[in-house]
């Protein structure tokens, strides 16, 4: 989108020595993102766009797949539904944004851009809900929310961001803490499979939770810097927002009762994760997946006979057998130049074609992730590339689970944690007495905090790291996005 | 949504009588949309979202064929920007929302609530373009909009709403009206097309043009009570926002010059018009381009053996077929009921399955628009349903466009428009001088407005019909939404 620079690939900070920086040359030049006029806002580019349409269709086969369907409620919140529920009113007052005047007129009452929308849906569902044969309530939403955020960063924390929120409620406890942990687990399964980022999961510490949530679950992932970055989250509200807005429903045994809710998201802050997990210093490295552009066809010496049909009749091949191609014939820039452009932009295989390649009936490929090159017949060179785009996808998920393997290490004193978190750039796993105290001290001395709880609980000391008092949880501590 | 009721189709308002009526009971029974707490705004619930859902995928396809890419920009614009360019601010002001407090601080300066983003997107544009390399700059967002309107109704105007604007920046005038009405033609073969709604199209006269706009370009559909709509518009903005946001470019001569800008937009609004061009007695009427369900099967008897497998047989069938289909299997409701509620939910076709009708080898089959009963056989019954479905929308735009011709009346002076406009529910095609004076007489009387000038322009009279001098114009005066 900026204006065209011979040697941006020069300009990218070293992934090694500035990774904040790094980040961001990757994001602009790659013409993912862009900054907005208002601090803290951005603009998402086409391409980055693309990424979050391929993330949405993604998902929404899966949360259509679980029964869910899809609905819009309205951007703007009466103030006083935020202030009904008081854990919830603490959590998010400070970060919203008002209206105060519209349509010539000073508002009677503000109104609250939304920052989540349990208040508004809950106003909603208090009308819906009337029996257990309205139950399960499984909606979900796609839209913007606005958090107006102290510090920013593109994707990564920004004042208004796009995500989707599922709203759920339920007849039982069970039956919400059994959605919770389902939704979880497609967030797992998607991020695993189709953005190749190895999750950890587990339940939140109540300082971590989501406010107004009995218990809230996440997806945590690890960055090339060693930070964690939560990913998802799914929450058990259990009747916390069910009371204040008196959903109610007559159950089959004829009582009056209370819904149980759940409420979980994911954000564009994933791009941010693929960007981090991924890319290396030719700039973003995507899966297959997840690519707008799974192969980038470049003809070499395209004025040279058969070339450009050869292209054509490739291209035509990808895109029959379902693969997202792009021929770049344009003839402005150099090669050396396009080559840079698309690894800038992580397309996962590039396919070069010139007249070598054709007299040798093959292509010269070149794959992102390993940079190694190699020549693909072209005769069934379509079953051969997505069968090298699988490989692809693999290999990036098992290299940054390996990463993940190789920064991850067990504390059983405070003076490991704290080497640990310093030295290990990752997770320290340690254990945990339950206190907010200790919580609070592992904060202050190492800035990191508790990512979660993970589910397979292991006893890998009796007492806690940091008062030695008797363990209750095994714990991922990290420094976090 | 709303707690079921068995008797809610009788309580529909007679569409004859009391079309406005007819249209909230509809929407609302169908549980296409419901108020929001705050006044103006709807809630889109899951039926009306699955429409709009539809809705982009159909669109989506056309806009990304005819080469433009999807973006994001943000929701807040600084007041500033607003203020540029004068039409627009003249145009827009008194509608918008504005957002004065956030994160705890009042703001320096108020930010606007995107009433439309031409603004916030030239502010961007001014950075992106450097050149005509990098034009034609076609890009496109699926967001929400704010517009704080006094009188509202659910689809067809709210406080906010969905919708699609594009932007495009180009080298020459040419190109950008090229564009407008590139775009237009878009939106006329898709809301014909998928909608099966007839479109009239033209230029809007000045007066009724967009704010900040060179020339706007519309199409007009008619409603069923004689009113038109305006369902989508099309717009060459000139270099009106270029020269105020300094969109400039080194041409092909190496002179710096100004953009030719366009933008485009479609709305919720089109599932209002479904409503009312569609709808009967009954409730909702939908074309199968555009319905969540094509096809619905409820087991009659299902639990004679043998029901159950062959719904769920012809069910897959359909399916295999790429038919959106629902077998209703409820056990919960009677078969009445369910009659009721999908012919309320405009289901184009359903199929009865029973014992006689697989002792027969058929399924009992009811067209939703005609109401017309028939037998399908159960062999080959997915090529047969969907010959039935497209020949039901095929019908569904023959029936409106029988319609609108019955309701269209050509006018030579003021006594024959007033006539037309009273007793013909519909347009009245009339000429007209071109003065403002005359536009705004024919509104003052009559209430109607120029909807559009067609693009096929005949002479029906040499004179205006207002003030009898030399006429300019064909227009096609209505009522309007």
């Known amino acids: 989108m900026a204006g065209k620079n011979q040697e941006f690939v020069t300009h990218i900070a070293d992934i090694n020595v500035d990774f904040p920086q790094w980040y961001t040359d990757v994001i602009l030049k790659a013409e993912m993102v862009d900054y907005g006029p208002v601090k803290g806002t951005m603009v998402i580019g086409p391409y980055g766009y693309e990424i979050w349409e391929l993330i949405q269709e993604e998902l929404n086969d899966r949360i259509k797949a679980t029964g869910h369907r899809n609905a819009y409620f309205p951007l703007f919140i009466p103030e006083s539904f935020l202030k009904k529920e008081a854990e919830h009113v603490e959590g998010f007052a400070p970060e919203v944004a008002y209206v105060t005047k519209a349509g010539g007129e000073v508002l009677a009452e503000p ?44 994707f990564l924390r920004t004042s208004e961001f796009l995500w989707q929120e599922g709203h759920t409620v339920h007849e039982t406890a069970e039956q919400a803490q059994e959605e919770t942990l389902k939704m979880l687990e497609v967030y797992r399964e998607f991020s695993e499979n189709v953005l190749a980022i190895p999750m950890s999961t587990g339940r939140k510490t109540d300082k971590e939770k989501f406010a107004g949530a009995v218990a809230t679950y996440s997806i945590e992932a690890l960055m090339q810097d060693g930070k964690a970055l939560q990913a998802g989250t799914s929450h058990n509200l259990g009747q916390h927002f069910t009371k204040v807005f008196d959903i109610t ?64 009749k490739v291209r035509d091949e990808l895109k029959a057998a379902d693969i997202r191609v792009y021929l770049d014939d344009r003839d402005t820039v150099s090669a050396g130049w396009k080559f840079n452009e698309w690894e800038l932009k992580g397309v996962p295989m590039r396919l070069e074609i010139g007249p070598r390649d054709i007299e040798n009936g093959v292509a010269t490929a070149l794959r992102r992730d390993t940079l190694e090159k190699f020549t693909l017949p072209l005769e069934g060179i379509a079953a051969a590339s997505q069968a090298k785009l699988d ?78 008092k008797p363990a209750k949880h095994l714990v991922f501590w990290a420094k976090a996005y």
Chains 1, 2 share one sequence.
């Open 391 to 468: 490989e692809i996808q693999r290999a990036l998920y098992e290299k940054a689970m390996r990463y993940r393997d190789a920064h991850t290490f067990d504390a059983t004193n405070f003076d490991e944690l704290v080497k640990g978190l310093d030295e290990s750039r990752g997770y320290v796993r340690a254990m945990w007495c339950g206190d907010r105290a200790c919580e609070d001290a592992v904060k202050e001395r190492t800035s990191a905090t508790a990512r979660c709880m993970p589910f397979k609980q292991e006893t890998i000391a009796d007492t806690c790291v940091c008062c030695g």
């Open 249 to 312: 429903f007559q159950s089959r045994e004829g009582r009056q009762e209370y819904g149980w809710q759940t409420s979980w998201g994911v954000t564009t802050r994933l791009i941010g994760a693929l960007v981090m997990v991924h890319g290396d210093q030719r700039g973003l490295v995507l899966p297959p997946k997840i690519a707008p552009i799974e192969i980038v066809i470049l003809p070499i010496a395209a004025h040279k006979p058969g070339v450009t049909d050869v292209c054509l």
């Open 111 to 154: 109104l609250v851009v939304r920052p989540t929308s349990e208040t508004i849906i809950c106003s909603m569902y208090s009308k819906w809900i009337q029996s257990y044969r309205d139950l399960p309530m499984l909606i979900n939403q796609w839209c913007n929310v606005v958090r107006w955020e102290k510090s920013t960063r593109p």
